[in-house]
Nanobody
């Protein structure tokens, strides 16, 4: 069973940048499609970005295209989410997760094995 630990969240002003990290346990990290999802208060958990094990296949939500970059370092069992030009509407708890079926999905139900989440708050 993979365990995931996110870090890097915080309180920033609009326009700032943050980089989230997610460290995974286990020796087969490079086989997993990894995703970043976020959940704002009172809203559903949405997929922000996902990345295949080889980093060849990537998807982004339309709302973050051009501002967020997902990447991974398989040697360090870590996936990153670089977030630039942050907006107040990016405020949420951010989770990393493993894709259920090895596919880059756009739905919460396409992922399981969640981390505990890290809070990102963007002030205007």
């Amino acid at each position: 069973q993979v365990q995931l630990v996110e870090s890097g969240g915080g309180l920033v002003q609009a326009g700032a940048s943050l980089t989230l990290s997610c460290v995974a346990s286990g020796r087969t990290f490079g086989d997993y499609v990894m995703g970043w999802l976020r959940q704002a208060p009172g809203k559903e958990r949405d997929v922000v970005a996902a990345l295949s094990g080889s980093s060849r296949n990537i998807l982004y939500a339309d709302s973050v295209k051009g501002r967020f970059t997902i990447s991974r370092d398989n040697a360090k069992n870590t996936v990153y989410l670089q977030m630039n030009s942050l907006k107040p509407e990016d405020t949420a708890v951010y989770y990393c997760a493993v894709a259920k079926y090895g596919l880059l999905g756009r739905r919460q139900n396409d992922y399981d094995t969640w981390g505990q989440g890290t809070q990102v708050t963007v002030s205007s």
